[in-house]
T-cell receptor
Framework: GENVEQHPSTLSVQEGDSAVIKCTYS??????FPWYKQELGKRPQLIID?????GEKKDQRIAVTLNKTAKHFSLHITETQPEDSAVYFC????????FGKGTRLHILP | DTEVTQTPKHLVMGMTNKKSLKCEQH?????MYWYKQKAKKPPELMFV???????INESVPSRFSPECPNSSLLNLHLHALQPEDSALYLC??????????????FGEGSRLTVL
């Protein structure tokens, strides 16, 4: 089955700087790669996703890149703000969505 | 309506109790899911229903019994649970369960404590 590795587990960045979270997956048949944000005590919510026929996707301050050959994908958040503080989960899916272990992002004032 | 509604929000039960968690969505989604989430861990897939039929059971113990009465409702029946089953149980739905699935819409979760 699919296995998703996510790094780092914790990330602290100064407000205004960029944050990068990286994930690798094992199943070459996976073709859908969503990123979820979970604030403390709240439900996970989709922030961006990418399908395997695309190498990069951007939505305002958030971008995701996908390297199918290397089986890795990354989340980039630019101009970080305090409200970006949360746990971020990458995931990979062929027929079921499997989550990485999560990255706790702290935005420092 | 883009909400997935779960009840109850909190549940405390003994190991001999029988209880149920309920989930409802009115987005016309045809796939519904149960995930279990322990503190500081990712959501862990338990069950997937597609068009009201159970399509994935991730080897979940039989003390958890899912039920999908119709396309809008999903239940999780609980019986003879163990303290280690204490967790946040998240229901989710997606438009379909085709290849690569699609966006999961999560409910707020039911926080279960087993004494």
């Amino acid at each position: 089955g699919e296995n998703v590795e996510q790094h780092p587990s914790t990330l602290s960045v100064q407000e205004g700087d960029s944050a990068v979270i990286k994930c690798t997956y094992s199943d070459s048949a996976s073709n859908y790669f969503p990123w979820y944000k979970q604030e403390l005590g709240k439900r996970p919510q989709l922030i961006i996703d990418i399908r395997s026929n695309v190498g990069e996707k951007k939505d305002q301050r958030i971008a995701v890149t996908l390297n199918k050959t290397a089986k890795h994908f990354s989340l980039h958040i630019t101009e970080t703000q305090p409200e970006d503080s949360a746990v971020y989960f990458c995931a990979a899916s062929n027929d079921k969505i499997i989550f990485g272990k999560g990255t706790r992002l702290h935005i420092l004032p | 309506d883009t909400e997935v509604t779960q009840t109850p929000k909190h549940l405390v039960m003994g190991m001999t109790n029988k209880k149920s968690l309920k989930c409802e969505q009115h987005m016309g989604h045809r796939a519904m899911y149960w995930y279990k989430q322990k503190a500081k861990k990712p959501p862990e897939l338990m069950f997937v229903y597609s068009y009201e039929k159970l399509s994935i059971n991730e080897s979940v113990p039989s003390r958890f019994s899912p039920e999908c009465p119709n396309s809008s409702l999903l239940n999780l029946h609980l019986h003879a649970l163990q303290p280690e089953d204490s967790a946040l149980y998240l229901c989710a739905s997606s438009q379909d369960r085709g290849l690569g699935t699609g966006e999961l819409f999560f409910g707020e979760g039911s926080r279960l404590t087993v004494l």
